[in-house]
């Protein structure tokens, strides 16, 4: 099965799991870089916000999807939510993908987001098949 790997990471960590993901299943590894970066400050003033309202942002370069049967989605964790640039990811999905959701959270969790998230993916036609929190230890 052809699987991508595409994360957003804003200070490093979600790109070394996101690595490590794509070498331990053989996967070609995408990164989705904001058209308009985001800084420690701006993540929180200006990201956090939008990651709430589940908000995507432009990406600066994105990948072409269609050959892969599975994604792994990965990216922090905002305020509960994850960062805007997971959703632009959701709208590169190709209709009926195996699509994994892991999101990077190092002061909280993404339970309350959970089901939306699911309902976006599913809202693609994609099939989630797992969803889970990866926790930094610092």
């Known amino acids: 099965m052809k699987t991508a790997v595409v994360y957003f990471t804003l200070g490093g960590s979600t790109r070394a799991f996101a690595r490590a993901e794509a070498d331990a299943r053989g996967a070609d590894l995408f990164e989705a870089v904001p058209a308009k970066k985001y800084n420690p400050f701006t993540a929180f003033v200006r990201g956090c916000p939008a990651a709430l309202k589940q908000k995507s942002v432009p990406l600066e370069a994105a990948p072409d999807l269609k050959s892969y049967e599975r994604i792994v989605l990965m ?10 640039p997971f959703n632009a990811m959701i709208a590169l999905l190709p209709r009926g993908a195996e699509v994994e959701a892991l ?10 987001s959970k089901d939306k998230v699911r309902a976006l993916i599913e809202k693609t036609g994609c099939k989630v098949v797992a969803q889970r929190d990866i926790r930094p230890h610092k």
Not at 76 to 82: D, L, N, Q, R
């Open 75 to 84: 990216a922090p964790v905002w305020a509960g939510f994850p960062a805007p």
């Open 103 to 112: 999101l990077v959270s190092s002061s909280g969790d993404s339970s309350k």
